[in-house]
């Protein structure tokens, strides 16, 4: 039941819940409008996803000169990347600067995790309880809460028990972990874990890794930018920007218009080696139905399985490190050296795919009734995607109906933006929107953008509420589901399906396709938020 007898906190316009990049520039773009803003996080500063992913090695995989602010062009000519890929604490220090810079700090308030946020209908307000017993009333409520910052840690049988040390990637210790001479075992080859693990096996004396899918991972050729290339892109950023907005994931992969199978074997061949070699994510653009034609899928997923082979030493171990899945449909992995760190002797990798791990012991992992103990056992499970976050509040709108409720079949929103039933509540890239399928700060950008311009348009027109259709989520959440499946993506257990979990419904949650998601949304607001009801 909602309760709002007890005495109110801060009364505010917009209350806030995160403080990472999609925070940080909502926050701006609000208190441009005037309005008063409570931004509130866990952490014990800004940053979001890079400031818990701490693990050793962690790096962006899209380009630095691309994952960053463009709202200002004077920030994005003073900013110095020092190299093609950012570090995670060059990102942090860059958040923080961001938080500096544009002194933000006032409205952030950290160490703050938000309860629960319940819609007094009466009072026309959201109304937020924090674990340090806070109340916050606010007009309109929007969830920053980041769509991978709730880490899955599957139930492994005696989990407890371990008494060596236990970390996750997604958590990771902000003073760092010195693995030096230590038997280490870590669970898990995703993104975090291919990031992650040269690293730790060059510290620890022993690195055990445990696999259930091989994943696939292009090296991210990671170097120093040069200056002539940082001056030729900020002599154009506006256009180079614009341009990159054009692209279906929001970032330029040089996508080539053939088709694979359109050209000669040597011809594609000639281009994946091309791929390979400078390296990342523009991998997927070597012709232009990778991620739509099995067949085509195909010719990239051989190119990777060679490539594995010949730069792993043992035939076993590169056997088992070759994935048979579609390439892409799961997350494209981009590293430093993976494939090459099981060519040490000090590192293991054991496949659970045919025997699960069975437990977690006193002493380490048991597989297949053979103990391997370690001193220090992480966890690189992942996360509880796009909608864990939201979960783990508890959210009640009209007649206090629990958000888990309405979404105990799958996430329902319009546009990934609002959803019925939860008035005056936005999502920043949230299920049905792009977010995850695109870089993400262009995305963080335009929701910031759309979201402040509609709370502005909503205040200014003396509306009480403004709340998406049944019919307009419907269609919408109809929309997403029709153009997933005109991809390969709907076809493997990833997380942008909500796989990864246990008992967690299987949805398609991202929306494919930036630009004709730009256009909807500013088509949206331009008809007078058509799919909303306003309410006087
Ligand atoms: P992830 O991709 O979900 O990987 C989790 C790993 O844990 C998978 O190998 C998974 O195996 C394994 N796992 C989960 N439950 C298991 C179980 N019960 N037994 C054995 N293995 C289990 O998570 P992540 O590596 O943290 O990456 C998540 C996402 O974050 C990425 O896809 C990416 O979008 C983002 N990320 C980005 C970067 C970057 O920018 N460079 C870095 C890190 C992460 P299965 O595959 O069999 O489920």
Redesign the pocket.
């Known amino acids: 039941m909602n309760n709002f007898d007890h005495q109110p906190g801060a009364e505010l316009d917009v209350v806030v819940v995160g403080a990472g990049f999609a925070g940080l520039y909502l926050l701006y773009r609000l208190r441009e409008l005037g309005l008063s803003v409570r931004v509130l996080e866990a952490g014990s500063g800004p940053g979001g996803t890079w400031y818990w992913?701490r693990y050793p090695g962690?790096?962006?995989?899209?380009l630095s000169m691309e994952y960053s602010y463009q709202f200002s062009p004077e920030l994005q000519a003073d900013w110095v990347w020092r190299e093609r890929?950012a570090t995670q604490p060059e990102i942090l220090h860059y958040i923080n600067h961001v938080a500096d810079r544009f002194d933000l700090r006032g409205d952030l308030q950290f160490n703050t995790r938000v309860d629960s946020a319940h819609f007094d209908e009466a009072a026309g307000r959201w109304q937020l309880t924090t674990d340090t017993g806070e109340v916050f009333r606010a007009r309109f409520c929007v969830m920053a809460t980041g769509c991978?910052s709730s880490t899955?840690l599957?139930d492994?049988p005696g989990r407890q028990r371990f008494t060596g040390a236990t970390y996750h990637?997604?958590r990771w210790p902000p003073a760092g972990v010195d693995f030096t001479g230590q038997r280490v075992g870590i669970?898990?080859?995703?993104?975090?874990?291919?990031?992650s693990i040269p690293h730790i096996a060059e510290q620890a004396a022993h690195l055990t890794v445990?696999?259930?899918?091989p994943?696939y991972s292009i090296p991210a050729r990671n170097a120093p930018l040069g200056d002539a290339e940082v001056a030729h892109i900020k002599a154009d950023y506006a256009n180079f920007r614009a341009r990159n907005r054009q692209m279906s994931f929001g970032v330029d992969f040089r996508l080539r218009e053939e088709a694979a199978l359109s050209v000669s074997a040597a011809e594609r061949e000639r281009e994946y080696h091309a791929r390979w070699a400078a390296g990342g994510l523009a991998f997927l653009g070597a012709f232009s139905d990778l991620l739509v034609d099995q067949a085509a899928n195909d010719t990239a997923a051989e190119f990777i399985r060679q490539q594995i082979k010949a730069v792993v030493s043992d035939p076993l171990t590169a056997e088992k490190l070759t994935p048979t899945q579609i390439v892409g449909c799961?997350?494209l992995?981009?590293d430093s050296g993976y494939y090459e760190t099981f060519n040490r002797s000090n590192v293991t990798l054991v496949d659970?795919?045919d025997s699960?791990?069975e437990a977690i012991t006193a002493q380490g992992v048991r597989v297949a009734g053979q103990d391997y103990p370690f001193d220090s056992l992480i966890f690189?499970?992942?996360?509880d995607?796009m909608t864990g976050a939201l979960a783990k509040i508890d959210i009640r709108g009209r007649a206090g109906r629990p958000l888990s409720e309405k979404w105990a079949a799958g996430p329902r929103t319009y546009l990934g933006l609002g959803t019925v039933g939860f008035p005056n509540l936005f999502l920043m890239t949230g299920p049905g929107s792009p977010s995850?399928l695109t870089n993400m700060l262009p995305s963080i950008e335009q929701h910031a953008d759309w979201i402040s311009s509609c709370i502005a348009y909503v205040s200014s027109a003396q509306i009480k509420t403004i709340e998406a259709t049944l019919e307009a989520e419907d269609a919408w959440v109809e929309h997403v589901n029709v153009v997933a499946h005109t991809t390969l993506y709907p076809s493997c257990?990833s997380?942008y399906l909500g796989?990864?979990v246990p008992g967690k419904p299987r949805v398609f949650m991202p929306y494919i396709g930036f630009p004709p998601y730009v256009a909807k949304c500013d088509q949206v607001a331009a008809n007078g938020y058509e799919g909303f009801e306003l309410a006087h």
Not at 58 to 62: E, I, L, S
Not at 187 to 195: D, K, N, Y
Not at 380 to 383: L, N
């Open positions: 992913n962690a790096r962006c995989d899209v890929y991978l899955n599957p492994f990637t997604g669970i898990g080859t995703g993104s975090s874990a291919i990031q445990f696999q259930r899918t994943s799961k997350r992995c981009v659970v795919s699960p791990i690189a499970t992942g996360f995607a995850v257990n997380w796989a990864n």
